[in-house]
């Protein structure tokens, strides 16, 4: 129409376009100054975090003139606000009420008066799953508010490789109590439980841990290859043993004549009791003693005694003086479950610095989870501001339909992005939650959201040290440095008491031997003999007789068992030197793995804090590239999708500052392990680990 109108009449018209015109600009301008003003309006309800005040004069001077876009969320490094929530979190779970305390750990050895327990079995308290009170104390709104110190406390009380464990202690006072009666150590696995998913550093829970330690096959961790490990003489039982044995005969025997019993039927009723008594030594000194008490009728004419009363009294004592002589060789298993509960001492050490590096690697990748999740959260709040403001300036024809679309791409992304970041964030609470609960199965516990409250780790001295001295501290307070040096004591007292083995069963014994004979006469005994008799008429005489010297038997004696080759002792001692040189070198390795551990970590740290240096800088650029872009665009010079991504890289930059600020934490929280500092760098007393209740910790 106005081509038509320019033709009919140009010059005519000519000057009432450009009134229209001018009118229609300035509908246009009030129109784009309401709607700046509604997203200023909007912006001052929402308040957003992530403003920085950075601008320089000239934006100043600019933002005093325009409506400014959508501001960016806060930063990682400066979130104010944020930071103040979490620090009124803070204060609120401080002002939570004394925790209650749950039953602390306690299985003992069976003990009792009762002559007859040891012979009844023993029971074991059942297994306790109940969470400890300190979990519900640190729930509030339906959230587990959580900080690092309250996750090592849980783990503490609730983490059930730690439960697991805590039964080493019991089992190796058991395999004491069985080598104190000559029995053979059956060993405690010390090796490290690793039953809790999630936070495994990548050098390895074991290594540092002790979980490869030699010491684990010394504390019979077992396996198909048979060791040599206690080998030697055998051992008899320590635990006295006692024998009684009892029987009522009756005998009838046809006779082929009379001339043997002088009756064609010989009948006998016989009673006869024997017991006896024996026990050996820690010397291999052993002794037996044995009664034996007979009472017997017969029908035979040619008995003199009928019944005749027997007793019988017999001490032996049996002295090795080669094989199987010495404390050494007889107390070698009790020496062993010793050492074994030393090294189960220190495998339980070993077990809680695993324990507590895994949950504070499992609670800073919540923690980076977490900020992520939020990051996300803001880039999608920003997208939709802007897309709503594009909406806005499309509905008055100032900008192309396609930068709508962009945006709208733009708000699809954020969307993925924030429903991946969620979802990885509700693994890590799941994670976090298995590790610091003996059961989930509350449905309002499996669900429950976990708040981090320490969203950043204190400086650790570590971090300064000369590498030379972190090995050395390291070689003093790891566990499994002290494990393996008592596994090559264990291995050098095999040496010595396998030796014995070789020599041959040489033992000294002497014998007492008292005999009493006693009855009535027999009423049918033969007038063609003498029946009569001076023998005591009961069993007290005849007992009496039996240590009245009257009948004794003295012997002293030796007895010597050689074996002719003797190949499998040989062998056997041959393999024990074999396996020790095997453990010299064992023991030597691992020297070297600590040494390369403790370095590895120490760059592993430097690397780490490098890169959250970078990472700081990367985002301080990415801020202020954020920063010129909103200035320019309210400027005019800059579309609201180029702020917007301006702000989608600062997004990026922040993930990858919590990233890297994840990775400085745990690389802190692996030096730690490495070096063996990990229990005093967090407080946590040995003696409530063993227990499972915290009263020492101290946050």
Known sequence: MDGEGHGASGSRRGGERIVKNGSRVQQQLMAVALCCLVSSSTLAQTAPARQQQQTTPDAATSSQQQTPPPDAPSSVATPAPQQATIAQQAQQAQQVGPVGQQAPFHVELPHSHNPLSPYMPSNVPPVNLTNSPRLQSLVRDGKLYLSLHDAIALAIENNLDLAYFRYNFPTAQADILRTKAGGQANGVNTAIAQGTQGGFSSSGVGSGGGGSSSG???????????????????????????????????????????????????????????????????????????????????????????????T???????????????????????????????????????????????????????VSAYQDAQIKERSLAYANETLSDDQKQLELQNIPAMQVMKDQAAVATAEGDLTVARATLRLNELLIKNALTKSIDDPALAEMPVVPLDLTGTSDPKAEEPIDQLITEAEK??????????????????????????????????????????????????????????LPTDFAGAFTNTFNYSSPEYQVGFSLDITLRN?????????????????????????????????????????????????????????????ISKQEQKLGAMSAYDTLASEQALAVAESALVVAQTAYEKAKVDIDRATGFTLDRTAVSIDDAKSGVVTHMQP
């Not at 043993?241 to 009522?248: A, D, P």
């Not at 009673?271 to 026990?279: G, H, M, N, R």
């Not at 049996?318 to 070698?332: C, D, I, K, S, V």
């Not at 014995?500 to 031997?513: D, K, T, V």
């Open 567 to 627: 190949r499998v002792a040989k062998a056997d001692q041959f393999r024990a030197v074999l396996d020790y040189r095997q453990k010299e070198l064992t023991f030597e390795q691992q020297k070297k793995q600590i040494l390369l551990d403790v370095r590895n970590s120490q760059y592993a740290l430097q690397q780490a804090q490098a890169r959250v240096t970078a990472a700081q800088k990367a985002r301080d650029l990415a801020q202020k590239t954020f920063d």
């Open 477 to 534: 307070n790891r566990p499994d440095v002290a494990e393996d040096q008592i596994a090559m004591q264990i291995a050098q007292n095999n040496l010595k008491t396998i030796k014995n083995e070789l020599l041959p069963r040489l033992s000294l014994y002497g014998q007492f031997i008292g005999e009493g004979i006693g009855g009535l006469p027999n009423p049918v005994c033969s007038q063609n003999i003498d029946c009569t008799t001076t």
């Open 216 to 310: 684990v096959t010394a504390a019979g961790a077992g396996g198909l290859v048979t060791s040599t490990l206690g080998g030697g003489a055998p051992i008899s039982s320590f635990d006295p043993h006692l024998s009684v044995v009892g029987l009522v005969d009756h005998t009838t025997l046809v006779q082929a004549n009379k001339s043997q019993y002088g009756v064609p039927i010989l009948k006998q009723n016989t009673i006869e009791v024997e017991s006896s008594y024996s026990q050996a030594f820690s010397l291999g000194t052993n002794f037996t003693v044995t009664d034996f008490g007979f009472r017997q009728t017969t029908n035979s004419i040619y008995n003199i005694l009928s019944p005749q009363l027997t």
């Open 312 to 366: 019988n009294f017999n001490l032996t004592i049996n002295q090795p003086l080669l094989q199987g002589f010495g404390l050494a060789t007889n107390q070698r298993f009790m020496h062993i479950a010793k050492k074994n509960l030393e090294l189960t001492d220190l495998g339980f050490r070993a077990q809680v610095i695993a324990t507590i590096t895994q949950v504070q690697n499992i609670y800073w990748d919540l």
